[in-house]
């Protein structure tokens, strides 16, 4: 049962707020995703560590001050962190979330009215994610006719037989090895589209998301995969179909989940019917205009072709006719331009939205499916009219193996690496990293950039064997990290450092923790070790669990 209180704010001036989210876990347990909502809206999404036998602790410190309008009402808290404990699973969640309210000389340009896109059921105590596909992320809305900015965010996940869309196949290809291995179809692609009233007004590429016991658990322990402890949203400036959507009426508001269905002969095209299954909400973030004005404007001129697919597949066949290998790749790009005439208090003037993003994927499976590698890579920008733009680059490779031993055991062992850099000019909905920093470490640096470039990457190997029998299984594993934070004053200049980290972890301890703020460092070694003689735990997965493919 979800977590459900009521919110009162606090009695006194805030213009930021912050949140504290501290968990303690011991004994057995996997990934789970955790969703909070303020009454249907959806204010944070995370997912947990991995916890160990001896106990674990997490702190996870995030911004908030985007929702500034929803905290300074009354509101229903709904904390969805589902669990199972039974003789397996053993690892129960003890969390604590706190809230901090302050005033700071920097408030953040918050939205005056922020309206939920989602399944609505908090009058039932429940979370209101929708489930896409089996039901229609749709709901219509009715907007202030007063506004002078909107922007939409898309919050998405893929679970169940889509955790892993990254490393699925061409639906032509997943019976190639025969039944004994499963293969997840629809293409390693998939799209993120907002429709308003049928028109497309934008869509996300998203980020592969590792949650922690994905692929080899000992990957994550304690280092945990890229945003896994709150995971990013996605944001459209809407700003050009304000002159439809202020006219008083209802409008539709509309989230598509889509990949690729081919025809096994090199031809494909866009499907929304996927996998199951992926956690989806968003939110309009309104910015309204006096009281007494009222948007109007021209219709908004929209270009989005369908994006470009080249897609490629072959196999290999032994002597006995079976197959021995399967190749396969995509690539993917689309461009999209949306622009109109909108008239406020402030007059006449032209907004706009672009996206330009690309997708490839070179996948190679051998050894009836057991085996697999894939390289792949998402670049886009995006640009609105107002000054802000984002460029992104989300790189990604993972090898992997898996062997079934006798008795029920089996083992993986893969090789990761994965990264994810952006650059990000002016804000729309959510503040940047350099915004929500302490600029308290290094008095005498500006506050005041135009922009943010942030950095991370890791690379690891892991083990894991799997004892049935035993309800239990084993791993080992080294993951390095690294990640930056600069400012950018001038795009033309070079930027400014604010915050570098690099950290290695190796079964369960930090072996090298360097840290810098503004030019300072400091180097550490921490300790998180399992007693000599003590074998390191997991609980049971499958196969399919881990990878998004296998037999079990």
């Given at each position: 049962?979800?977590?459900?209180r009521?919110y009162v704010?606090?009695?006194?001036?805030?213009?930021?707020?912050?949140?504290?989210?501290?968990?303690?876990?011991?004994?057995?347990q996997?990934?789970?995703?955790?969703?909070m909502f303020f009454?249907?809206t959806e204010?944070?999404r995370?997912?947990t560590?991995?916890?160990?036998?001896?106990?674990?602790i997490?702190?996870?410190?995030?911004d908030?001050?985007?929702?500034?309008?929803?905290?300074?009402?009354?509101?229903k808290?709904?904390?969805?962190?589902?669990?199972?404990?039974?003789?397996?699973?053993?690892?129960?969640w003890?969390?604590?979330?706190?809230?901090?309210?302050?005033?700071?000389?920097?408030?953040?340009?918050a939205?005056?009215?922020?309206i939920p896109?989602?399944?609505?059921?908090?009058?039932?105590?429940?979370?209101?994610?929708?489930?896409?596909?089996?039901?229609?992320?749709?709901?219509p809305?009715t907007l202030?006719?007063?506004?002078?900015?909107?922007?939409?965010?898309?919050?998405?996940?893929?679970?169940?037989?889509?955790?892993?869309?990254?490393?699925?196949?061409l639906?032509?290809?997943?019976?190639?090895f025969?039944?004994?291995?499963t293969?997840?179809?629809y293409?390693?692609f998939?799209?993120?589209?907002?429709y308003?009233d049928g028109?497309l007004?934008?869509?996300a590429?998203?980020?592969?998301v590792i949650?922690?016991?994905?692929?080899?658990p000992?990957?994550w322990?304690?280092?945990?995969g890229?945003?896994?402890?709150?995971?990013q949203?996605?944001?459209?400036?809407?700003?050009?179909?304000l002159?439809?959507?202020?006219?008083?009426?209802?409008?539709?508001?509309?989230?598509r989940?889509a990949?690729?269905?081919?025809?096994?002969?090199?031809?494909?095209?866009l499907?929304?019917?996927?996998g199951?299954?992926?956690?989806v909400?968003?939110?309009v973030?309104?910015?309204?205009?006096?009281?007494?004005?009222?948007?109007?404007?021209?219709?908004?001129?929209?270009?989005?072709q369908?994006?470009?697919?080249?897609?490629?597949?072959?196999?290999?066949?032994?002597?006995?006719?079976?197959v021995?290998?399967?190749?396969?790749?995509?690539?993917a790009?689309r461009?999209?331009?949306?622009?109109s005439t909108?008239?406020?208090?402030a007059?006449?003037?032209?907004?706009?939205?672009?996206q330009?993003?690309?997708?490839?994927?070179d996948?190679?499976?051998?050894?009836?499916?057991?085996?697999?590698?894939t390289?792949?890579?998402?670049t886009?920008?995006d640009?609105?009219f107002d000054?802000?733009s984002?460029?992104?680059?989300y790189?990604?490779?993972v090898?992997?193996?898996y062997?079934v031993?006798?008795?029920?055991?089996f083992?993986?062992d893969?090789?990761?690496?994965?990264g994810?850099?952006?650059?990000?000019?002016?804000?729309?909905?959510?503040p940047?990293?350099a915004?929500?920093y302490d600029y308290?470490?290094?008095?005498?640096?500006?506050?005041?950039?135009?922009g943010?470039?942030t950095?991370?990457?890791?690379?690891?190997t892991a083990?894991y064997l799997?004892a049935p029998?035993?309800?239990?299984s084993f791993?080992s594993?080294?993951?390095e990290?690294?990640?930056?934070?600069?400012?950018?004053?001038?795009?033309?200049?070079?930027?400014?450092?604010?915050?570098?980290r690099?950290i290695?972890a190796?079964?369960?301890?930090?072996?090298?923790?360097?840290?810098?703020?503004?030019g300072?460092?400091?180097?550490?070694?921490k300790?998180?070790?399992?007693?000599?003689?003590?074998?390191?735990?997991?609980a049971?997965?499958g196969?399919?669990?881990l990878?998004?493919?296998?037999?079990?």
């Open positions: 049962m979800p977590f459900v009521d704010p606090p009695e006194c001036d805030f213009n930021r707020v912050t949140i504290n989210f501290t968990v303690t876990s011991a004994g057995r996997y990934d789970r995703l955790a969703l009454n249907d204010i944070f995370t997912s560590a991995e916890p160990t036998q001896n106990g674990i997490w702190t996870y410190i995030k908030m001050s985007n929702y500034l309008t929803l905290f300074k009402s009354p509101q808290i709904i904390f969805d962190l589902g669990n199972l404990v039974d003789d397996t699973y053993t690892g129960a003890n969390t604590t979330l706190t809230a901090s309210f302050f005033t700071a000389e920097d408030g953040f340009d939205a005056d009215v922020i896109v989602s399944a609505r059921q908090s009058a039932s105590d429940k979370p209101s994610g929708f489930v896409v596909p089996d039901t229609k992320a749709i709901n809305l202030p006719q007063n506004v002078k900015k909107a922007v939409f965010s898309i919050s998405a996940c893929g679970q169940a037989a889509e955790e892993f869309w990254w490393a699925n196949v639906s032509s290809d997943t019976t190639v025969g039944n004994e291995t293969l997840y179809g293409s390693p998939r799209e993120l589209q907002l308003i028109m007004a934008g869509v590429w998203p980020f592969p949650f922690t016991g994905g692929v080899v000992g990957f322990r304690p280092v945990v890229i945003d896994a402890f709150d995971l949203e996605d944001e459209v400036d809407i700003s050009a179909f002159p439809i959507l202020c006219d008083g009426k209802e409008h539709s508001f509309e989230i989940v990949g690729i269905d081919d025809d096994g002969r090199g031809n494909g095209n499907t929304d019917t996927v199951s299954n992926w956690v909400t968003g939110k973030f309104v910015w309204l205009d006096s009281s007494d004005s009222v948007t109007t404007g021209t219709v908004p001129t929209i270009s989005a369908e994006p470009s697919l080249d897609l490629s597949s072959s196999v290999q066949k032994g002597g006995n006719g079976s021995t290998s399967l190749d396969y790749s995509v690539k790009a461009k999209l331009a949306i622009s909108i008239e406020t208090s007059g006449s003037k032209t907004v706009t939205w672009q330009d993003l690309t997708f490839w994927i996948g190679h499976l051998t050894n009836g499916g057991n085996d697999q590698s390289s792949q890579e998402t886009g920008k640009v609105s000054g802000y984002k460029s992104y680059d790189p990604l490779w090898i992997s193996s062997k031993l006798s008795g029920g055991n083992t993986i893969a090789k990761m690496g994965r994810k850099y952006v650059q990000r000019l002016g804000d729309l909905a959510f940047s990293a915004e929500t308290a470490r290094f008095p005498g640096y500006a506050t005041s950039f135009m943010t470039q950095n991370n990457f890791q690379n690891g083990s799997s029998a035993l309800k239990r791993g594993g080294k993951t990290q690294l990640y930056s934070l600069s400012g950018i004053v001038d795009p033309a200049e070079s930027n400014v450092d604010l915050y570098r690099h290695v190796q079964n369960d301890s930090i072996i090298y923790d360097q840290e810098s703020f503004a300072g460092s400091q180097i550490t070694q300790s998180y070790a399992t007693p000599r003689g003590e074998t390191r735990t997991y049971k997965h196969i399919k669990e990878l998004g493919r296998g037999p079990l």
